[in-house]
């Protein structure tokens, strides 16, 4: 595992990873998380096997993909949320590109659909939401969010935007965790 503790560093302005898993809620999560990604705040949006248009289409993709797998009643998907600082992001067209490439393990096995939301929040005028499939479309194997994934994509993310990122897990529960951890880049992926 590549990182750090580093208390000094938490006072500095971070790139935010932020991975949201809620395995309950089934059809209702999926057609409310496609109508929020997609509502009138999307200004960017590019899907990997889903209909990246039409909120009622995508979600009906996830909901068929999980169904020929048998897996109807199982986490529909897993929510990674990156929440780029200015400089790294200074348009909605850069954000896109960067979560293409950070995401892209897990775009050659899972449906996925990414949008870009414009909205101020201080240090960043840019976050994007990659919705990743947990029922791979190749075999029907289930990915799941735990620190062996979430620590992969953390350290990819700080690998590609050759920056310190932050991860926060939100659970089911609504409850969110920090890792203690600031995820630093690495000139190569060898430890990843």
Request: overall charge negative; proline content about 3%.
């Amino acid at each position: 595992m590549i990182g750090y503790d580093n208390p000094e560093d938490m006072e500095r302005k971070l790139n935010i990873l932020k991975i949201i898993t809620h395995s309950k809620g089934g059809d209702r999560y999926r057609n409310n998380a496609m109508n929020y990604c997609l509502d009138d705040r999307c200004i960017a949006k590019k899907g990997y096997g889903i209909n990246a248009s039409d909120p009622r289409i995508a979600a009906m993709q996830f909901r068929k993909n999980a169904a020929f797998w048998g897996k109807r009643n199982s986490n529909p998907f897993i929510q990674y949320m990156h929440s780029y600082l200015k400089e790294i992001a200074p348009t909605g067209e850069h954000a896109l590109k960067l979560t293409n490439e950070i995401m892209e393990p897990f775009l050659e096995e899972n449906l996925a659909i990414t949008v870009v939301h414009e909205e101020d929040q201080g240090n960043s005028l840019y976050h994007s939401h990659t919705y990743v499939d947990a029922t791979k479309f190749t075999n029907g194997k289930m990915i799941y969010s735990n620190n062996t994934v979430n620590y992969v994509i953390a350290q990819k993310t700080a690998n590609v935007l050759r920056q310190a990122v932050q991860l926060i897990v939100e659970y089911d529960s609504g409850k969110e965790w920090t890792c203690p951890m600031i995820f630093t880049h690495q000139d190569d992926d060898k430890d990843i």
